[in-house]
């Protein structure tokens, strides 16, 4: 497995930006797509965005599509997520997550290896 710490998150006006960030250490991590997901209080945790290892590929739900980028550095063993746009709905537990996998990336049983978290609170 891979250990990732995400950072970034925080309390932001609506309409701000935030730029989370997740360090990956242990196994390569160029060997690793990697995703995004989200929990707001009392919902299920959901897919918001995945990027392949090379960073050639990404893909993201419809209702994120425009305002959230998904990107990596291998050099650097770090995934971000560009969340602009924000809206008070995007309040939630942000979460980066490793999959040895290729496909179906929107779904939480691709990953093995997750992170602790970073909250980000949109004020209105």
């Known amino acids: 497995q891979v250990q990732l710490v995400e950072s970034g998150g925080g309390l932001v006006q609506a309409g701000g930006s935030l730029r989370l960030s997740c360090a990956a250490s242990g196994r390569p991590f160029s060997s690793y797509a990697m995703g995004w997901f989200r929990q707001a209080p009392g919902k299920e945790r959901e897919f918001v965005a995945a990027i392949s290892w090379s960073g050639r590929s990404t893909t993201y739900p419809h209702g994120v599509k425009g305002r959230f980028t998904i990107s990596r550095d291998n050099a650097k063993n770090t995934v971000y997520l560009q969340i602009d746009s924000l809206k008070p709905e995007d309040t939630a537990v942000y979460y980066c997550?490793?999959?040895?996998?290729?496909?179906?990336?929107?779904?939480?049983?691709?990953?093995?290896?997750w992170g602790q978290g970073t909250q980000v609170t949109v004020s209105s």
């Open positions: 997550a490793a999959s040895i996998y290729i496909d179906y990336l929107h779904l939480q049983a691709q990953y093995d290896s």
